[in-house]
C-alpha cells in the first residue's frame, strides 16, 4: 500500500475508475464515460508542489485516487482548493477513501491551502458522512440543480479551514 504522484501512464486507470462511479449518479455529473484523451489537458494541470493527483497502489495496482484542483480559477482563491476522491469499485468499503482524504489534509499547509472544498451530491450521505467525520461542514446546497436520468439532484458545498 503507499500513495504517490500520479504520472501519465495512470492516465487510463484514473479514467477506468472515474467512469466507474458515473452509472451510480452518485458521485459525478458526467453521464457518459469519458476517455483518456478527453482527460490529458486536466491530468497536466496538476503540479506535485501546488496541485498534486495522487494514487493509492495496492500490489502495484492502482486502486484511489485523489486530486485537487484550482477552486473557481481566480487569483484571490489560490489558497483553496477542490479536492477529488475516487476509489475502484472493487476497492470500495478499505477505507481508502479516507486515507487518502487524511492525507490530502496532511500535506494541504505545505501546498499553500487553507481551505478545502469537495462538491458532493446531496444524496452521496456516504460522502458526506466521510468529509463530515474529520471536520468538514456544509457550506451551501444548490437545490435540484442536475439533471440525469430525469431526475434532479441537489449538490452540497462541503468545505473545511484548514
Known sequence: MSIRHASESDLARIVEIYNAAIPSRRSTADTEPVTP????????????????????EEAGHVAAWVSFEDFYGRPAYRHTAELSIYVAPEYQRRRLGAKLLGEALK???ELGIKSLV????????????L???????????LPDIAEMDGNEYSLSIMGKRL
Open 131 to 141: 468529509l463530515q467525520s474529520i471536520g468538514f461542514e456544509e457550506w451551501g446546497r
Open 37 to 56: 484523451d478527453a482527460r490529458h489537458d486536466w491530468f497536466r494541470q496538476h503540479r506535485a508542489h501546488r496541485r498534486p493527483l495522487w494514487v493509492w
Open 107 to 109: 500535506q494541504a499547509p
Open 118 to 129: 469537495g462538491y458532493v451530491f446531496s444524496h452521496n450521505e456516504a460522502s458526506i458522512r
